[in-house]
């Protein structure tokens, strides 16, 4: 990737009031810490750590987490996992189903380079395509089967099916089974800890009769996976889980920020993710204008909030592709032009999505550019 137009600024004490906006900061000691933490949490409960690399895309941050102790990657896509493969990152586990033989044959070409890849399946469709891909008996593709907690998107829905797919995996020596994955996204943002965990003891009982159905079968998985950032503190606590899944603990987004992830209220994890943006007008009593519209940040979870530059009860609003908002009850409040405001983004995930480098800065300097390197399909 070309070095971006912030390149020259790294190591300059200057830099964050110079830097080309809209832009995404990663601020250095928040994020160490929500990566220690994580991996402190993970350690004291036995189990292990598979982080999903659609909230960061970045075989920088990747290779972090592998050396922070995390026993693979989570995979949305089959251009991550390419790309985590290409970069000799291994442990990499793709958690939605493929089912077109092309995209299929291209994960078979990331497996040879790692020898180290699972996919998940739901269908007797989707195995017949792995089946096929020509990966050799010798480092077999690894398969999980997809179990539905709730969330009704993809997944085996009885526990007669999760058997068949299972042991249809025994027979062609080119797949291994290697257990099931049970991910229940919409319980992530629940607001408060004992309503999510309430609600995802719901699921742990749902699952279990599958995992009853695999061990009479003599199909006990080795690995049963799931779970998130909103719920990794149950998960490890009481979960059926034998490792988890989380992705946005690295950043937390203005999502996150909404929720109680600890009892007691506390915060483990801190807001390291910032959209950096500039104001370019100011024209209007109580606004002011500033670079950054729905091409700089996600639109899924409302406006973004005020992290720095201005007023923390501005009220932000999209204003087209390029341009966003910042409305004042007091107009004094207001920046001025050319001055920088960082905003908490409202999804971490679809806004990393939209940008091709992570600042990384520390103590107000920018120390580093790590490329978004594993974006697109």
């Not at 000691?29 to 220690?36: C, S, V």
């Not at 350690?43 to 895309?57: M, T």
């Not at 990747?62 to 290409?86: I, P, S």
């Not at 700089?296 to 932000?316: C, E, I, K, N, Q």
Request: charge should be negative; proline fraction near 7%.
């Amino acid at each position: 990737m070309a070095a971006g137009p912030n390149a020259a600024l790294v190591g300059d004490p200057g830099a964050r009031a110079r830097l080309a906006t809209p832009c995404l900061l990663l601020e250095a000691d928040a994020f160490e810490h929500n990566l220690a933490a994580m991996m402190e949490l993970v350690r004291g409960s036995g189990r292990q750590l598979r982080p999903h690399v659609k909230a960061h895309k970045c075989t920088a941050i990747a290779r972090r987490q592998l050396e922070a102790g995390a026993v693979g990657l989570c995979c949305a896509t089959v251009r991550e996992a390419e790309v985590m493969a290409a970069a000799g990152l291994t442990g990499i586990l793709v958690t939605s189903p493929v089912t077109a033989p092309g995209m299929v044959e291209r994960l078979a070409r990331a497996h040879d380079r790692v020898g180290d890849l699972a996919l998940v399946v739901d269908s007797e469709a989707g195995l017949e395509t792995l089946s096929a891909a020509g990966v050799s008996a010798e480092r077999p593709l690894g398969v999980v089967v997809e179990i539905d907690v709730g969330q009704g998107r993809t997944g085996v829905t009885r526990p007669e099916d999760a058997v068949r797919l299972a042991r249809r995996t025994l027979d062609p020596p080119q797949l291994r089974y290697r257990g099931v994955q049970a991910y229940y996204g919409h319980l992530q943002h629940v607001p408060a800890y004992a309503d999510r965990k309430a609600k995802a003891a719901e699921q742990w009982a749902r699952l279990q009769p599958f995992l009853d159905a695999l061990r009479a079968e003599g199909l006990a998985p080795e690995i049963v996976t799931g779970g998130g950032t909103g719920t990794c503190y149950l998960d490890l606590e009481d979960g059926p889980f034998t490792e988890i899944q989380p992705g946005s603990y690295l950043f937390m987004d203005k999502q996150y920020r909404a929720v109680e992830l600890a009892p007691g209220g506390t915060a483990p994890f801190r807001t390291s993710l910032a959209v950096a943006a500039r104001v370019i007008s100011a024209n209007q009593p109580d606004l002011v204008v500033l670079d950054a519209g729905i091409k700089a940040m996600a639109t899924d979870a409302g406006p973004a909030l005020v992290a720095s530059g201005a007023s923390p009860d501005a009220a932000y609003q999209f204003m087209g592709d390029e341009h966003g908002g910042l409305r004042f009850s007091t107009p004094a409040a207001r920046p001025r032009v050319g001055d920088l405001v960082t905003l908490v983004a409202p999804h971490c995930d679809p806004t990393v999505n939209l940008h091709d480098w992570f600042h990384v800065m520390q103590d107000g300097r920018l120390v580093d550019l790590w490329p978004i390197d594993a974006r697109g399909y």
